[in-house]
């Protein structure tokens, strides 16, 4: 290794630990500049919280990357990775173990209709990969569809799907994509009056969408039942059953992005469950194991995995199925049903943020709107409610972003660990939080928007 300065590298100073000295040298993080970040060391969790090296503590309001939904470090999950690990840490995906195959049993009996048999990946963005290659294969068809307001992960194909600018610096892309508007009644692309108008158009936009693009060569319709980090977005009832009636007539089928909003986060097994719509494909990762070790992976229909019968899958993973991530999940969804984490998220979700975040609504001039479901909320911020002008510019950056960040700051500030993004913070604990907890994070975030506030012009 050559030699290196540690002055010239920002927060890698002698006074720093080893682990953030070795960070600052060693470590690009994703979606980052490592010259300009300067990660705090975590150094341990439990439950609600976690904790860096300073012995700060601080209450995670955003599940991380919205994954730990059983919270940090949950015993019963540690042990049963502790377990499989002194039975069988890795074996390849050709064969068949314990650990893989009853979790796919189990994820497959709370998946909905006949979503029967389930290929593993290692996350959330392989997962897409896999789901659109099965689609394409099964129709003999190749376009696909999805949002512009979507995020689907960062892999090629998966960072095409997306619509948000995350996709702007990998283009060019894969070939075969186009994309539509979803339904976002605060922020309507139709000029609809409200949640039953924006429903109408939108499906009218996107029946158009598929005229214009060719149903005939329309492999599938990639959708996050709730949209994740691009704005949860809950859709107007009446939407997701007129996308299924739109697939169904054009032979095109449904793929549900539920990897960020899956396994309890909006109060249900899966989010497409309230709408009780039954999609062709289910991509899955964080919640299955809460992310305590990687694994993703896509639950088809009976349909689906009859294409493969007798013809083999062009695809795979070296640690497809693998037995400690397995091992984790058939633990993770034990915990959910033993200790009722769905229902709980579900109660929350309407006694205590539907209410509190209307409340802070109604007292902060900064709140355009909240929107949310279970345990998956936003807060969207606004110069001027009367305009709906957004705190910040879209996709703003540098001094243009100093109002959000100075709001995120004031929660950190606080003890909070905030998911900002764009003009919304993004609430999400971890489902287990119970209800007194969850006041105290509320509360502090109605502290901190008193910052946003000032920004007000209107």
């Given amino acids: 290794m050559r030699d290196v300065n540690l002055d010239s590298v920002p927060g890698a100073g002698e006074t720093r630990s080893a682990a953030a000295r070795d960070d600052r040298l060693h470590v690009l993080h994703s979606w980052s500049s490592h010259g300009a970040l300067d990660p705090v060391v975590v150094t341990g969790a ?30 019963k999950l540690i042990a049963a990775i502790q377990a499989q690990a002194q039975t069988l840490c890795t074996i390849a995906p050709y064969h068949a173990n314990e650990a893989t195959s009853e979790a796919a049993r189990l994820i497959a009996e709370v998946a909905p209709g006949d979503l029967n048999r389930v290929f593993f990946t290692n996350g959330g963005a392989e997962a897409i990969e896999n789901a659109i ?9 190749h376009k696909v569809l999805t949002a512009y307001r979507s995020y689907h992960g960062a892999t090629a194909g998966a960072i095409t799907a997306t619509g948000d600018p995350r996709r702007w610096a990998s283009e060019p892309g894969a070939p075969g994509f186009a994309r539509f ?3 976002y009644p605060y922020r309507s692309a139709f000029h609809a009056a409200d949640a039953e108008q924006e429903c109408e158009r939108a499906l009218a936009h996107l029946a158009d969408t598929i005229m ?7 492999a599938a319709i990639v959708l996050e039942p709730v949209i994740g980090s691009s ?11 007129g996308v299924r009636a739109l697939c169904d007539r054009h032979g095109i089928l449904l793929i549900a992005d539920e990897v960020m909003v899956g396994f309890g986060r ?10 009780k719509v039954v999609p062709d494909l289910i991509t899955f990762a964080k919640g299955v194991n809460s992310g305590y070790v990687p694994l993703g992976g896509v639950i ?44 709980h998220a579900r109660r929350l979700g309407d006694e205590v943020f539907a209410p509190a975040l209307k409340a802070m609504q109604a007292r902060h001039p900064s709140v355009g709107d909240v929107r949310g479901l279970g345990a998956f909320w936003a ?16 996709n703003a950056a540098g001094a243009d972003n100093a109002p959000m960040a100075a709001f995120a700051a004031a929660c950190r500030q606080r003890g909070l660990w905030p998911f900002v993004v764009g003009n919304r913070l993004h609430v999400a604990p971890p489902l287990i939080i119970d209800e007194t907890t969850l006041r105290e994070g509320l509360a502090i975030i109605d502290e901190a928007l008193e910052t946003a506030d000032r920004y007000c012009v209107g």
């Fill in 212 to 218: 214009v693009e060719g149903a005939q060569g329309i």
């Fill in 266 to 275: 909006c109060g249900e097994w899966f989010a497409i469950d309230r709408w």
């Fill in 300 to 343: 088809m229909s009976d349909a689906i995995a009859a294409s493969f019968e007798s013809r083999a899958y062009p695809g795979g993973l070296t640690y497809s199925g693998h037995p400690l991530a397995c091992a984790a999940a058939v633990a993770c969804i034990g915990i959910y049903k033993e200790e009722g984490i769905i229902e």
């Fill in 133 to 141: 290659r099965m689609a394409r294969l099964h129709t003999g068809r």
């Fill in 46 to 75: 439990s439950g609600l919280h976690f904790h860096d090296e300073s012995g700060r503590r601080w209450l995670d309001f955003s599940s991380q990357l919205v994954n730990v939904n059983v919270g940090h470090q949950h015993p």
């Fill in 379 to 394: 807060i969207e911020l606004v110069r001027d409610r009367a305009t709906r002008e957004p705190l910040v510019p879209f």
């Fill in 231 to 241: 704005g949860v977005l809950v859709p107007p009832d009446g939407y997701l059953q």
């Fill in 181 to 183: 508007w979803g339904p």
